[in-house]
């Protein structure tokens, strides 16, 4: 498999891979969606009792006009950057599970009402780093007398166990596609006027007695013209799809750069067909 042009940015990525095929890059989409770790918010504890404000003495109420559940999955849902050199699962932890700076995030709120909780009330408690990315997410909005107090913790987890964890969104590949017109014979000038006119999103352009395509090198636009290739029946348009070529995009949430992540789902499928490759070899 080769990597071709490459568009990368902070979240986002677009590459092109060649020599492949399309299960090869399926498996890479899959990965990325469901096996790409990253931090999130998984316990959260609330405060139950009067909450009194030491410097004015007064009392609050510890409830809000959500459930507790449904703050903690608005806490649980919101991304946190995250560096996976420095944490690991609590599952492989020195700590044995218990719970320690290498494979856990505190973060706490503390408002009084009445006031709009944000994403950015959760602070960490320690490095500021690990602020939340969507800082103005709303989370829960507190009446007069109500206040909110919570620690929160963040742990590693994927996609395979709860959403929250999902680093890649809107990852999909798509062939190469080339298109071509030429005017075959028994075509005539209305049928290709035709096709211009009904073109998806435009894509064929009728001007100076000339069809043209206009989608560029963009593999979704070409695919689009898939299907009007059955409305000249002489073949004038063509659409070839090249399916040892394909595009692969996706966006991350911020938790990791869209190269971390990728980078993470080719180590992680290379060592899955290691641990395949060492079974097959232990085989008598
Ligand atoms: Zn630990």
Redesign the pocket.
């Given at each position: 498999m080769e990597l071709g042009a490459v568009e990368l940015r902070q979240r986002k990525l677009r590459a092109d891979l060649s020599a492949t095929t399309a299960s090869q890059v399926n498996a890479i989409r899959r990965t990325l969606l469901s096996d790409v770790p990253k931090l999130a918010i998984e316990d959260v504890e609330f405060h139950l009792g009067p909450i009194r404000d030491e410097a004015s003495g007064k009392d609050y109420d510890s409830s809000t006009s959500m459930f507790d559940e449904a703050i903690a999955l608005r806490l649980g849902l919101l991304p946190v950057p995250t560096d996976l050199g420095q944490y690991r699962r609590?599952s492989e932890?020195?700590?044995k599970g218990?719970?320690?700076v290498?494979?856990?995030v505190m973060y706490s709120i503390d408002k009084k009402g009445p006031c709009t909780v944000y994403a950015r009330d959760l602070l960490p408690l320690g490095d500021p780093t690990l602020a939340t990315l969507e800082p103005e997410v709303p989370i829960v909005r507190l009446g007069a007398r109500q206040a909110l107090l919570a620690y929160a913790t963040a742990v590693l987890g994927t996609a395979r166990e709860h959403a929250k964890w999902q680093v890649a969104q809107a990852v999909g590949f798509y062939p190469k596609a080339e298109v071509k017109i030429s005017k075959r014979p028994g075509c005539t000038e209305s049928c290709l006027k035709r096709l211009a006119e009904t073109s998806p999103s435009g894509l064929l352009e009728w001007s100076g007695g000339k069809l043209t395509y206009t989608g560029g090198d963009d593999p979704e636009k070409a695919l689009l013209l898939v299907g009007s290739q059955r409305l000249c029946e002489h073949g004038s348009l063509e659409v070839k799809l090249d399916e040892t070529h394909f595009q692969i995009r996706f966006e991350t949430d911020g938790s990791l750069s869209a190269r971390e992540a990728f980078r993470y789902a080719l180590k992680d499928l290379k060592r899955r067909f290691e641990e395949l490759r060492e079974a097959v070899q232990a085989l008598p």
């Open positions: 609590k932890c020195t700590c218990e719970g320690c290498h494979c856990q």
